[in-house]
């Protein structure tokens, strides 16, 4: 089944962080789909520049109808020796309405794990 997201706004509108407003250090967001809501904690402690970055996608509804197009488990990675598990969206269109690509938070500089 394919579901379409849409991400609420209201996650950088609670903490104030986009405009130099002291914010929390996990903001929550919820993401709506066909299937339900699903919730998600943003960590902007360990995490600023790509969590900063993912809010201000979020704040432009660039997120807005938009599908998941990758599930990784622990049970489908059989012939790899690192297991991962992430869900991954995003736009299929050819519109570049997206930001500048902002510097890679690796998951041993933050210490988040997939």
């Known amino acids: 089944m394919r579901l379409s997201a849409c991400f609420i706004v209201f996650a950088i509108m609670l903490t104030g962080t986009l405009s130099g407003q002291p914010g929390k250090r996990k903001v929550k967001i919820v993401i709506r ?43 489908n990675q059989p012939d790899d020796s690192v297991l991962i598990e992430v869900i991954q969206g995003g736009r299929f269109d050819e519109e570049d309405n997206g930001f500048d690509p902002v510097a890679h938070e690796t998951t041993a500089m933050t210490g988040i794990k997939h």
Do not use: Q, W
């Open 33 to 75: 789909t066909e299937a339900g809501d699903m919730y998600a904690r943003i960590d902007l402690k360990r995490a600023p520049v790509t969590s900063l970055n993912f809010l201000r996608y979020i704040d432009a509804h660039l997120f807005d109808s938009t599908c998941f197009y990758r599930v990784v488990r622990e049970d």
